[in-house]
């Protein structure tokens, strides 16, 4: 896998199979610390995988920790639960009339398979917790808000419990 240009990582220490790197960068985005463990247990089946944790001092207040690693069949992560406020969102998302969002948006991937452009497979669940939105027109409490994920084929599929969304991704840019 080529190394992304786009990547920095400042104050790395330990090894490949233990280890930490301050200061992660993609892009202009401040991922913080991340650390990881190697499973030497996961030898066993012939798939490396690595234990990662980041975010402590994140600009962003991402947050995570999860596993990755290489089957037969690829690259894949699995329980992988990450955290970002709401209005960090919003101030990079491009919506057309001001507000405020608040609360914790969590990510939570059970499985995901790699597979060219995006995923073979996957499913997993994105959550807003405590959310709320604050407009010129006035105040919204959300209750809990939960959204089922899953991929087959680079096929992207949400669903809630009022609606189900597919879309075929070729491309992400972030």
Known sequence: ??????????????????????????????IGDVSWQFSWSSLLTLSPEYSVRFGRGSTLGLSGRGNLGVSMSGAYLKNVLASIPADTVVQYAPIPVPIKAGG???????????????????DGSLSWNAGYIESPIGSLGLGPTIVDLSCDDSVLSAAGSNAVIRCRVSSLRV
Do not use: H
């Not at 995901?112 to 452009?117: H, M």
């Open 1 to 30: 896998m080529p190394y992304a240009r786009e990547l920095a990582l400042d104050g790395t220490t330990g090894t490949i199979w233990q280890g930490n790197a301050q200061n992660v960068r993609f892009q202009q985005y401040s």
């Open 104 to 122: 914790q948006l969590e990510l939570a991937i059970k499985s995901l398979n790699y597979a060219s452009p995006w995923c073979g497979s996957g």
